[in-house]
């Protein structure tokens, strides 16, 4: 996988995240009986989180100071 093509990933998964984290929100919201649903989609975005962090520590250089 190129760089460009890492960037580009990491901005998908950002993307997602950010919507994951607007439906949590809107199905907190309601406080109905979507509780599982909710628990799904906090999984999931923790996920997204992890390979966030991932490709975001492959890209940024370690500076040596």
């Known amino acids: ?3 460009d093509e890492m960037r580009k ?3 998908a998964l950002r993307t997602e995240h950010r919507d994951l984290d607007i439906a949590i929100s809107a199905l ?3 406080g109905g009986p979507d509780q599982l649903q909710v628990a799904r ?3 999931r975005k923790l996920l997204l989180k992890d390979q966030i962090a991932v490709f975001e520590d ?3 250089p370690d500076i040596i100071a």
């Open 58 to 60: 492959y890209l940024t």
């Open 9 to 11: 990933r990491l901005a």
């Open 1 to 3: 996988m190129t760089e």
């Open 28 to 30: 907190s919201d309601t």
């Open 41 to 43: 989609l906090k999984k």
